[in-house]
């Protein structure tokens, strides 16, 4: 018999991307943190870092790393290297920004 017309679908309305108002460039370093990416900002803060490879958008998980460090983001090891490169680099230029 003849095949059944498909019955189409309604295109799903896009999510809105988040509007970031700020950002910064800095050195990111890299830890076993569970998947958070830690910043200075207050926790739960939206964000996306940036690196050579790519970028990640979530939330601040935690406050740090030290100022004195000199670095502006502590990133789980696996987000430092899909939007940095390989962890034997230590550390990456990265922009976070932020709303």
Same mark, same amino acid.
């Given at each position: ?16 991307? /988040?509007?970031?108002? #700020? !950002? $910064?460039?800095? #050195?990111? $370093?890299?830890?076993? +943190? *569970?998947g ?6 207050? !926790? ?12 990640w958008?979530?939330?601040s ?12 983001? *502590? +990133? *789980?090891?696996?987000?430092?290297? #899909? /939007? ?7 550390? $990456? !230029? ?6």
């Open positions: 018999g003849p095949t059944p017309k498909p019955t189409p679908r309604p295109t799903p309305e896009p999510t809105p991307a /988040i509007a970031y108002e #700020r !950002e $910064a460039a800095g #050195r990111a $370093a890299w830890g076993y +943190l *569970d958070r990416v830690i910043t200075r900002l207050p !926790e739960g803060t939206p964000i996306k870092v940036c690196g050579s490879g790519g970028c958008e979530g939330t998980s935690g406050y740090g790393p030290v100022e004195s460090t000199g670095y502006l983001v *502590d +990133l *789980d090891a696996t987000i430092f290297e #899909r /939007i940095c490169g390989p962890l034997s680099q230590g550390v $990456a !230029e990265i922009v976070l920004h932020w709303k």
